[in-house]
């Protein structure tokens, strides 16, 4: 039966003051080192500049090679909190010296202090190291669990080496357990049954470098394998293993890779298992009830920790970047409510014993009260606390007869580094309890009232995100908002996905043909479409269109011309927004297409058809925006500036981005009020069908867009040269766009206007490793700029130019990182590498791979195994010491292959990236303010990535275009990007009649 709600709020705040009663808060001696570092936290944590400051030089430290770096970003950081600081100090950090015996002394300080902040909540760097720990804990009659801390694991050298030490970990601990003096308080349960003294807590993530929900059967199936050998020696050597939740994304995955291994024969009834589960988070009452249903069938207990949760910042801040919906409690009540509803669920469950992990006394006294409201036999529930945090709750706890076990990080500072800035966040966060209760000094009162207490005294304000927004758009018009990416680690999204490339395959074979005028038009050039990543699975018959039809389509736009010039603008602004909700009601049946067409990932084509609804959106905002005449009148004197269409526009469109580019340069051209002949890709026309086919079903009138699949040698040029076209809007290749440039230059006679020519035309694209970049990130991004999408992306990165001092590091876990990228079709959830879109394309890329080799070292050459008689395929390839000129640093491949270069200096990478005769996109990693400051001075490209890869760009929030030979015309997705469709004009009016000049009209 439950208890009395208020009996139990008054056992709550009974259990709350007897902990406080015994809690012993000691205030360090003065001066003394403990009292230093509570001074600095208070400080602190009434200066958030400063600490952020303050943590960017402690991430960012364990990478500097020498003092005169350490000092230099110290000054770097602090300066950039310079008003935050006192003028003394402000003058001190200015003249702060990089060489000389100062400078090392200072570097010397500051990395004594940063080790010492790091022991504090690390328990070492050994294994003899954390022996010692474990062995200081158990004296203090407290148990351990065991984390071993590493960096991102991007290779399988490192998920190997992950695995190797954690089953080195089980053995040596257990060989020393037995020499642990007996405890019953931590060794054994509550009914005297012997608790493995061994525990150890490990990251499935860390397992396998391809670790992705979006392939959970591929994950499942490596990660289970890799687990099963720590399991079994867990088993074996009676040790506890702890499986750590990680940030939201992975979290179903984890479970499902939890329950299907313990499920096996072999542990189906091993009960010395537990997994974590995070308050914060609002699905987690569903997750305990799965975790539940799962055990009882199982028939053995497993353990349960229950924490609030430590990825907060990280969540809100992805799915805000994202649109997704935001998966945590967005104040810290509604966590803390959640935390005391699971608390009570899972101490009446038979089959889920609790382990309560916080240091918030207000929920260790609710769990307390719980257990003597049910009767619960005393160390029934386990307490966790984090080293180095919370020590006076945990010795609190034992005098109270609890059984309390300690979470315990060890592992070098370097991989450390990210943990330990996560535990000085949260030790100086607003809503932390540890600083409330031993910084701040808050009363008993006002540290044990219950969630709902704190929710009506706060009257909590829903979290908003912070954008920020210049002002262009008029206040009238709401915000524009890009369409959210398919989270894929749902499972009713990869479901859709996968029905939807089922629906896809049933459709193959089909034939499609130009449309002009509405009116299909079948022909004798019929083309048959191959999939990329099945070269002879076919797909379907295009029908392509010849000279005659192009004359046809020109006639048929050039005649339409003036209605859907004079169409209000708000009626073609909704037909864009209407061919935006058809593509969002079909995106996974587009992005399937997309797969097979032009052998897309799952994310790459879902990207895509999401850029193809942004553009027709965003375009639909501008056009309203744009059509607002501006007016600058005066007495007697109407002036007015306003904007009208051109005429017919082509639209030449390329494969790589078969919805996203053409709907966008066809969405810009409708909207402005021009009419459109869509000439796609021969590669892609499939594809494009399917946007037209979107254009009539959403009502486009007759006559205004027609769609037009051919070869391009056989209508480009005459399309390009018809004196009735007005615009050609070009993606593509450098040669094609600068002869197009050339051809719609020329004035034949009869034609009255000079054509307007918007080109994108490709990039050589560099992104520079800076000496102390995060490493983790710079090979994440490199690789994904570089093979995603086999590298056929103008914005793809080419080069990568590392400075010399990080160059060895960088480069071996760059290749070990490559071979772990999985080369699969493109239909696979797990593909990362798929084909490239053409037979000539993969001769191409393998041409200039040759010729590579005798310009550069191959230093690294995939394989693509038996699929290189399946489909298109190249494996990537890298490239060093690879001269500047060369072809391989100069030209565009459009394929996976990168050359790496090392350089002496900053200044040389930037010669280096310069050097070059486009100007797409570039990317730079540092940790230096300085250096990023230089660097976006000096990089000179149109889109500039800073830590961060470089592909990707988005609607609106990176407008998307280069210059030099990358580009004529200004950026697709950006506030000017209209302005090219159309003409501006200016009508003048004199109001004045017989001497009469009116004031006000």
């Known amino acids: 039966m439950p208890p009395d709600r208020r009996a139990l709020e008054d056992l ?59 000092v230099r970003h110290l000054r770097e950081y602090f300066l950039e909190a310079a008003e935050h600081l006192p003028a003394s100090l402000r003058r001190l950090v200015s003249l702060l010296p990089e060489k000389g015996f100062l400078a090392h002394g200072i570097a010397r300080l500051a990395r004594y202090q940063a080790s010492q902040t790091a022991r504090q909540f690390i328990a070492g760097q050994t294994i003899s190291e954390a022996l010692d720990a474990i062995s200081r804990l158990r004296q203090r009659h407290l148990g351990f669990t065991l984390d071993l801390l590493g960096e991102a694991v991007l290779t399988e050298t490192e998920a190997r080496r992950y695995l190797e030490l954690n089953i080195q970990l089980l053995t040596e601990l257990s060989r020393s357990a037995p020499a642990w003096p007996e405890d019953p308080l931590i060794d054994q349960d509550y009914d005297g049954t012997p608790i493995p003294r061994v525990n150890l807590s490990i990251k499935l993530s860390s397992l396998y470098s391809r670790f992705d929900p979006i392939d959970p059967e591929g994950t499942k199936r490596e990660v289970i394998a890799r687990l099963r050998p720590i399991v079994e020696a867990a088993r074996r050597l009676h040790a506890f293993i702890y499986f750590d939740m990680e940030q939201y994304a992975y979290k179903n995955l984890t479970l499902d890779i939890f329950c299907s291994l313990l499920s096996e024969k072999h542990f189906v009834d091993w009960p010395h298992a537990g997994i974590a589960l995070q308050a914060y988070l609002r699905d987690t009452p569903q997750d305990l009830e799965r975790l539940l249903t799962w055990a009882e069938q199982r028939g053995t207990p497993i353990w349960v920790r229950l924490v609030k949760g430590a990825y907060w910042d990280y969540e809100v801040i992805l799915a805000t970047q994202k649109n997704w919906p935001i998966p945590v409690w967005l104040e810290k009540w509604q966590t803390d409510a959640q935390f005391e509803q699971l608390t009570e669920r899972l101490l009446l469950c038979r089959y889920l014993r609790p382990a309560i992990a916080s240091h918030n006394l207000r929920s260790l006294a609710h769990a307390l009260a719980l257990a003597e409201a049910y009767q619960l036999p005393q160390r029934f529930c386990e307490f966790q606390v984090l080293y180095g945090m919370g020590d006076p709750i945990a010795d609190c706890l034992v005098k109270l007869g609890q059984r309390v076990r300690v979470y315990t990080p060890f592992g070098e500072l370097l991989p450390g580094v990210a943990y330990l800035v996560r535990r000085l966040l949260e030790n100086t966060s607003n809503q932390s309890f540890l600083r409330a209760t031993f910084v701040e000094h808050l009363s008993q009162e006002e540290l044990l009232m219950s969630p709902q207490e704190h929710a009506v005294r706060d009257r909590a304000v829903s979290y908003q995100a912070v954008t920020s927004y210049t002002p262009g758009t008029p206040s009238s018009l709401e915000p524009f908002h890009n369409e959210p990416h398919t989270d894929f680690s749902q499972e009713q999204n990869r479901q859709a996905m996968l029905d939807a490339l089922a629906r896809v395959h049933a459709q193959l074979g089909q034939e499609y043909a130009p449309i002009i005028n509405n009116k299909v038009i079948f022909t004798e050039n019929r083309v048959e479409i191959y999939n990329p990543s099945h070269k002879h699975q076919l797909l379907g018959i295009v029908h392509f269109a010849d000279r005659q039809h192009a004359t046809q389509a020109v006639r048929a736009a050039n005649e339409t011309f003036p209605k859907w010039r004079d169409t209000p603008v708000r009626e073609r602004a909704d037909l864009l927004r209407r061919l935006a909700d058809w593509m969002s ?131 480009g040029p005459y399309l390009v040269a018809h004196p009735d076209v007005h615009i050609i809007a070009f993606t593509g ?241 950006g506030p000017d990007y209209l302005l090219q469709f159309l003409l501006p004009r200016t009508i003048t009016e004199n109001t004045t009649r017989h001497g009469f000049a009116p004031l006000e009209q």
């Open 733 to 973: 290749s450098r040669q094609v766009g600068l002869a197009i440039n050339q051809l719609a230059a020329q004035t034949p006679p009869g034609q009255h206007h000079v054509k307007r020519v918007i080109a994108e035309m490709g990039g050589k694209n560099a992104i520079i490793i800076d000496e102390d970049a995060d490493l983790d990130e710079a090979i994440d991004g490199v690789i994904y700029s570089a093979f995603g999408y086999q590298g056929q992306k103008c914005s793809a990165c080419s080069r990568v130019i590392i400075l010399q001092n990080i160059y060895d590091r960088f480069l071996e876990r760059l290749i070990e990182a490559t071979k772990s990228l999985r080369i699969a079709p493109a239909e696979d959830p797990g593909c990362e590498v798929g084909p490239v879109i053409s037979a000539e394309a993969q001769e191409r890329i393998q041409a200039a791979v040759e010729q590579g080799k005798h310009d550069a070292t191959l230093i690294y050459a995939g394989s693509v195994g038996p699929l290189a008689d399946e489909g298109y395929y190249v494996a990537p390839h890298i490239f060093v010491n690879v001269p500047p000129h060369c072809s391989l640093a100069q030209e565009e491949i459009f394929g996976p292959v990168l050359a790496v270069m090392k350089v002496n200096t900053l200044g040389e990478a930037l010669h280096l990236a310069n050097s070059v005769s486009y100007a797409l996109t570039g990317g730079f990693y540092s940790r230096s303010p300085a250096n990023i400051t230089r660097v976006r001075r000096e990089f000179r490209v149109g889109n500039l990535y800073i830590n961060r890869p470089i592909v990707g760009a988005l609607v609106d929030r990176q407008p998307f275009g280069g210059f030099k030979l990358s580009g004529i015309g200004s950026k697709a997705g």
């Open 585 to 715: 009601a079909h995106r996974f049946l587009l992005a399937a297409w997309e797969v097979y067409e032009c052998g897309k990932p799952w994310r790459e084509a879902d990207a895509d058809v999401c850029e193809a609804i942004d553009f027709c959106r965003y375009y639909a905002l501008e056009m309203e925006r744009l059509s607002v005449p501006r007016r600058r009148d005066l007495p007697g004197e109407l002036n007015e500036y306003f904007y009208e269409p051109r005429g017919v526009c082509v639209v030449i469109a390329p494969w790589n981005f078969p919805l996203a580019i053409l709907t966008g340069m066809t969405a810009a051209a409708l909207v402005t009020g021009n009419t459109v002949i869509m000439k796609p890709a021969e590669q892609s026309s499939v594809v494009a069908a399917w946007l037209m086919k979107g254009l009539q079903e959403v009502g486009c009138p007759t006559g205004v867009a027609h769609y037009l699949p051919a070869q391009g040698e056989v209508i």
């Open 12 to 70: 709550t705040l009974h259990y709350g003051r007897v902990l406080f009663d015994r809690l012993e808060v000691n205030h360090p001696p003065l001066f003394s080192p403990p009292w230093w570092q509570e001074c600095w936290l208070r400080w602190m944590i009434h200066q958030p500049a400063v600490k952020t400051q303050l943590f960017r030089l402690i991430d960012v430290l364990p990478t500097l090679a020498d003092a005169s770096a350490v």
